[in-house]
């Protein structure tokens, strides 16, 4: 469980991050407009400085959702 203080910590670093990377918080703003719903797929993908790239990706199901909206609320 999250305590107080981590949730503030979490906001400054959140808040910093979206500073330095401005192209973010419209992109988390798209996201937050609609809900999470079953169906709907995500797709993630890491490249590092030496070429190395990691992808993966779900398609989103009931069992999904209460974790997606804690994340959507986070991210608010």
Do not use: C
């Not at 979206?18 to 809900?35: C, E, G």
């Not at 199901?61 to 909206?69: A, H, I, K, M």
């Amino acid at each position: 469980m999250l305590n107080f203080q981590s949730l503030l910590t979490f906001n400054s670093a959140k808040n910093k991050f979206l500073s330095n990377h401005p192209a973010v918080q419209p992109f988390i703003d798209n996201l937050n407009s609609r809900d999470p719903e079953p169906g709907q797929e995500v797709a993630i993908a890491v490249r590092y400085p030496d070429g190395t790239e990691y992808k993966t990706g779900v398609k989103v199901t009931e069992d999904d959702l209460q974790l997606l909206n804690l994340l959507k609320e986070l991210l608010k």
